[in-house]
Every structure is written in C-alpha cells, then in structure tokens.
C-alpha cells in the first residue's frame, strides 16, 4: 500500500483493501503484487521490516519478514540466455560490417571500464539489484541482509587438497590432450577403438552450457564424435562417462565476483552460509532459495505467506518479421498495440497476450484451461503491460 506521495506503507487486509477501493479512496497501482495508493492523507508511521537476500546463479531468494508474518517472499528465475544473444548480435555485426565494407573494425581501440563484469554475471548482478528496488518500492524496508559467501573452488573438486598441492594443477607436466589421453587409456571413451585417430571432445557440448574444464573433456574417435553431436554423453548412452563429469564451477566463479558488490549497493549487512545453514535445519525448513532468505531475514516463527515465482521479460520489441511461406519478409515500421505477456480483459476474464497476428488486427490470448482464442484486437482491453518483472503466485 502507497501513501498519496506514493511512498510505501505497511500492508493491509484484503478486506481493508476492496474497502478502500469501494469508496473511492485508493487507487490500484500494480496487479501482481496487488498494490493500491490511497487519495487521502495519512500519517507515515510504520513497522520494522527486514529483506533477506538469498543469491544465486540460476535463481535468488527474497523474502520480508516482520516480527509476526512474513509479508513477501519470491523467487526470481535467472535468464540463461544472455551469452547467446550476445554471441548472435555479435555475428550480426560481424556480417554487416562485411557486407557494407566502409565500416572499420574496432577491435583495437576498446577498453574496459574499472568494475568491468562479463554480460552474463552482470546481467545476475543487476537482476539483484532491480528486484530488490522494486520490492522496496512497494515496502517500507529499513533493514536489509544478504548471504555471502567465500567458495574454494579447488577444495569443492579435491576435498583432501592441503598446502603447495593448490599450485599443482590437475594438469601438472601435462598437455590437455596427452593428459586425456592417458586418463581415457588412449582409446575412443564412447566405442572403445584404438588406433584410430582422437579428438577432444566436450562431455557436456558448449551449445549446452558445458565448459573447456578439463573434467568436462574426454576423448572418441571422428566418427562417435559427429554422431553423439550435441547431446549430453548420458543422452547419447554412456551415462558412466556423464557421472565422471565434475560439477562446473560457473556458478561459483560468479558469485564470488558479486558477493560484495551486492552488498555494497543494496546498503545491506551480510551473512555467511554456514550461519543460514545452522537456523535453518533448527527451524526444520528444507534447503531452497525461499527458505535460506526467510533465515536470512530473521524469521523464526512467523506465519508464512504463499510465495511468488518471478520471471524476467525482455524489453526489446523488433519489428523484423518473417511472413508466411511465399511472402516476402517485411519490415514492420510501427509498434503493435499488445505485446506478448500483457494483460488484458476479455468477456470479463482476464488473459495474458500470447502473441499478435494478422499485422496487429488480431490477439492470441493464453488460456491455460483449453484452446487459445484468437479475437479481434478492438474486442479486449489492456489492464498492464507485461514487461520487466513479471511476478505470479506460485
């Protein structure tokens, strides 16, 4: 609930609330999570709340606890996409760049600013980030707590590792593919020939998020290779191989380069895992996002709320579109009046916009209990657009 300057006050009742807007005096701001503004003066008072932040590589946890209920809690699904857009806008430019001719290459003159993160880690740092602004605008947050953490990633692949052996790597006096080949007997891992030429190959294939770690490196001959091609070594059959595979440390290696920076920005005192992991097996909680937060947070005993699944919807609006079979492509030149995600009403329920056809005169809605109708775009009305942070009860 917002006050009429639009600053957060302490939740009400849903029973307060439809009051409220039966009598003219709120407004409804936001539909999910529900928020009104009130049309009329009111005092500013407010109670302690307390975010807890609960970080994490594919997604976080976030939950606000007061001394009796804990108000909100969610849990924000990460993108997994950003490297793979980037790597195809980079061939886009790559392409133009050839195909015009007079635009030089740049490569030689770009420089990385101090802080510089890779796109990917930087998109999980500002997704932190965003949800926590957006959370405090619809609460009065005064007190904010985050889970830090210090990860050894040579310990978490070699428990027993002790003193000068951290600077003796796995490939110590080795070449990667000498070093697999004796590790796989100098055979194909897959059909188990030999005296047949070898290649590198990926257990888990990049396209598929694996790494060039070596544990995620065997050995197979040209012909087991081109076949198993972009499947995992348990989807082509050797699930043997799959177990071999050591977890990759991606996850690690980001949240150790965000840890304080989140810290920082969101002006927050700070916690360790272990801590989080000790209240939260006496509280009995399982392990997931929402749970650690709601530790993070201070909850003990508090009557918990129905948590949120949060999702992130892109911003971009293209108008490349490709036309059916035997139509030329063309360029559409202005921006449709819905966009997929949006929400609207019609015959008085409402739907989310699954997607524009008919060069705009026509809206698929979603409906998850049967067919998805086509209407005119004249027969519904918008409620909100669907961009951003898209927030839906779990």
């Not at 909100?72 to 699904?77: E, M, V």
């Not at 348990?234 to 977890?247: S, W």
Request: aromatic letters at 8%; a positive charge; glycine letters at 8%.
């Amino acid at each position: 609930m917002l006050n009429m300057r639009g600053h957060p006050l302490m939740p009400t009742t849903q029973h307060t609330g439809k009051k409220l807007l039966k009598e003219g005096k709120a407004t409804v701001v936001q539909r999910c999570p529900f928020t009104i503004q009130l049309n009329y003066a009111t005092g500013e008072a407010t109670q302690s709340i307390k975010l807890g932040v609960d970080p994490g590589y594919m997604k976080l946890g976030f939950s606000a606890t007061t001394d009796k209920l804990e108000v909100i809690s969610c849990t924000l699904r990460l993108r997994k996409d950003v490297s793979n857009k980037l790597a195809e806008k980079r061939r886009y430019r790559s392409t133009r760049r050839g195909r015009l001719g007079y635009r030089p290459p740049r490569f030689d003159n770009r420089t990385r600013p101090e802080g510089w993160l890779p796109p990917s880690i930087q998109h999980r740092h500002d997704s932190h980030i965003r949800l926590g602004e957006t959370l405090e605008t619809m609460l009065p947050i005064p007190f904010k707590k985050i889970e830090v953490g210090n990860f050894d990633a040579h310990k978490m692949q070699h428990p027993e590792i002790t003193g000068v052996e951290y600077q003796q790597g796995e490939l110590q006096g080795y070449e990667v593919k000498e070093y697999l080949l004796d590790k796989w007997g100098r055979k194909c891992a897959y059909c188990g020939k030999t005296g047949v030429p070898l290649e590198v190959e990926h257990i888990v294939p990049k396209s598929r998020g694996g790494t060039d770690r070596v544990s995620n490196l065997t050995i197979a001959c040209r012909k087991c290779n081109l076949k198993k091609g972009d499947k995992t070594a348990e989807e082509f059959g050797y699930p043997h191989i799959q177990q071999q595979a050591k977890t990759p440390l991606k996850a690690t290696a980001c949240l150790n380069n965000i840890r304080w920076k989140l810290v920082e920005q969101l002006d927050a005192e700070y916690t360790y895992g272990y801590v989080t992991k000790y209240h939260r097996n006496k509280l009995g909680l399982e392990k997931s996002h929402i749970n650690d937060a709601f530790v993070i947070a201070g909850g003990t005993n508090q009557e918990r709320c129905r948590p949120y699944e949060v999702i992130q919807i892109r911003r971009n609006n293209r108008s490349l579109q490709k036309n059916r079979k035997g139509f030329k492509p063309s360029i559409r030149r202005q921006r449709y009046q819905l966009q997929p995600y949006d929400l609207v009403k019609y015959n008085h329920n409402t739907y989310r916009v699954k997607g524009v056809h008919c060069y705009g005169k026509r809206v698929v809605l979603d409906n998850p209990k049967g067919k998805n109708p086509s209407v005119a775009i004249n027969n519904v009305e918008l409620i909100t657009y669907g961009k951003g942070l898209l927030f839906s009860l779990c």
